[in-house]
């Protein structure tokens, strides 16, 4: 159905992986945002001059993949450890010692990446988070993003329910709507205007982060610094696109 493509509009804004397919075949150039926590740890480690591979799963092919990129294999946020101190959390990436190449397994943000590269190579894939919200709006635009004949989407990751479907998320949300934000000369369709007006109405960003489901749960984990590290908005002018199949910056 055409409707669903959100066709004429510059900026649209479409959820989780299904969303990301829906619009890839129709636009330039696809954002994906994922705060809690792939895209932020994505910014982290492009700041310290890491290459990050996107991959959808931690599983064995994961470290073979990663073998054959000839990089390190992030591991689970409590696997981490002084041997493989690289995981999804942004707090370890920003501890841990660089490395030139780090595969990134994550079933929302990493395989959202991972599909658009395998599946439409000649698409521009952008890692946005609410950290470098501004300077990827900027990027677009400066990029020529964002019109109807290079329209873009962005596109927030959301969760995933225990029984698998999605669960819209609040953070990737104000993220995308930050992005939005930052954009100038575009046209955003009535989905992109509407995650502009919530990172707008929110208030007080790192509280929203700290009291929606997500940051809770992270929180509840243990790891309250990669929610506050996720809600530095606009603290980095790195935008990681991906470029020979892992994110660099521009």
């Not at 999804?88 to 990436?93: F, G, K, N, Q």
């Not at 400066?142 to 998320?169: C, H, M, Q």
């Not at 109405?201 to 940051?215: F, T, Y």
């Amino acid at each position: 159905m055409i409707a669903w493509d959100q066709v004429g509009y510059g900026v649209r804004v479409e959820w989780g992986p299904a969303g990301a397919a829906r619009l890839a075949p129709h636009v330039a150039c696809l954002v994906v945002v994922d705060v809690l926590s792939f895209t932020t740890a994505v910014s982290v480690a492009a700041e310290a001059g890491t290459t990050v591979y996107p991959y959808a799963w931690r599983d064995e092919t994961a470290a073979a993949y990663a073998d054959t990129v000839g990089a390190r294999l992030a591991v689970g946020r409590r696997a981490a450890d002084r041997h493989s101190p690289w995981s999804l959390s942004p707090a370890a990436l920003r501890a841990a010692p660089p490395t030139p190449r780090l595969v990134l397994p994550s079933p929302n943000g990493s395989a959202i990446a991972a599909a658009a590269r395998d599946s439409r190579p000649e698409v521009a894939v952008v890692a946005g988070c609410l950290r470098n919200a501004a300077a990827v709006g900027r990027w677009l635009t400066a990029s020529g993003y964002g019109t109807a004949d290079r329209p873009v989407a962005v596109i927030p990751a959301g969760e995933a329910w225990p029984d698998g479907r999605l669960r819209p998320a609040l953070e990737d949300l104000l993220g995308a709507g930050a992005i939005v934000a930052a954009m100038t000369s575009a046209d955003p369709s009535p989905e992109a205007r509407a995650a502009h007006a919530a990172v707008d109405a929110v208030g007080d960003l790192p509280a929203a982060l700290r009291e929606c489901a997500s940051g809770r749960e992270l929180i509840d984990d243990g790891f309250p610094e990669d929610v506050a590290i996720a809600a530095e908005r606009d603290v980095t002018d790195v935008v990681p696109v991906l470029t020979g199949g892992a994110f660099s910056p521009a």
